[in-house]
């Protein structure tokens, strides 16, 4: 099952307005993490924010994480057509056999048209 | 930093016949690896991960198989694919730190 859940699934802005998605999970975590994937390839890295920090900035990348609320917020500033892609926030946990495992939402599509 | 390589790109093979996926990891030892799905249009869905050797978690029933025979090498198998085996097969291997995950540029298979 999916353990977090984005919204919106799709969001359509303008060069230049800021975009902003939100996340939501179920269980406990030890940090959550948001990726990009431009269509059919891999997914790259964008921020971490750990299970005891409230926000974290990054460029133009900001994220929020409400441990009581177990939600994040994803906001690019001045969008550009570059940052068209899938975003996916992924919230990592130990695992009591060993190793820490990834789990994934279901992603927001943003386009951001010239 | 690390590298991770995935072949081939793109598969096409029939129901029934056998598959292999490789995945090797550069720049680092002793990584935990991922094996994920990713349907059309979906979200990422974690398959198999390694922290070691001959270790194998999986995580959900399946007509899948992993192994890791190297240390920096993680290999996804199947003896007989079924159509449902369609998707987007994504390597990950664990930076750690503020550093998330690295991914492979992953492996799209259709089986028809």
């Known amino acids: 099952s999916q353990q977090g859940e984005e919204d919106p699934q799709a969001l359509s802005i303008q060069e230049g307005e800021n975009a902003t998605m939100n996340c939501s999970y179920k269980t406990s975590i030890n940090n959550l993490q948001w990726y990009r994937q431009n269509s059919g390839r891999g997914l790259v890295h964008l921020i971490l924010?750990?299970?005891?920090?409230r926000e974290k900035h990054s460029g133009r990348l900001r994220v929020t994480l409400d441990t009581s609320k177990k939600s994040s917020s994803l906001l690019i500033t001045a969008s550009r057509a570059a940052d068209t892609a899938s975003y996916f926030c992924?919230?990592?946990?130990?695992?009591?056999?060993?190793?820490?495992?990834?789990?994934f939402g279901t992603g927001t599509q943003l386009k951001v048209e010239l | 930093s690390q590298t991770i390589h995935q072949w081939p790109a793109t598969l096409v093979q029939p129901v029934g016949s056998p598959l292999s996926l490789e995945c090797t990891v550069e720049?680092?030892?002793?990584?935990?690896l991922y094996w994920y799905r990713q349907a059309a249009g979906r979200g990422l869905q974690l398959l198999f991960y390694?922290?070691?050797?001959?270790?194998i978690s999986s995580e959900v029933p399946q007509n899948l198989s992993a192994s890791r025979p190297q240390d920096r090498q993680f290999i996804l198998s199947s003896k007989k694919l079924l159509l449902s085996d369609s998707g987007f097969y994504l390597c990950?291997?664990?930076?750690?730190?503020?550093?998330?995950?690295?991914f492979g540029s992953g492996t799209r298979l259709t089986v028809v």
């Open positions: 990950a291997c664990l930076r750690g730190g503020f550093y998330g995950y690295t």
């Open positions: 924010i750990r299970s005891n920090e």
């Open positions: 390694s922290v070691g050797i001959g270790q």
């Open positions: 992924a919230t990592e946990k130990n695992q009591p056999g060993g190793g820490n495992k990834l789990t």
């Open positions: 720049g680092t030892s002793n990584p935990n």
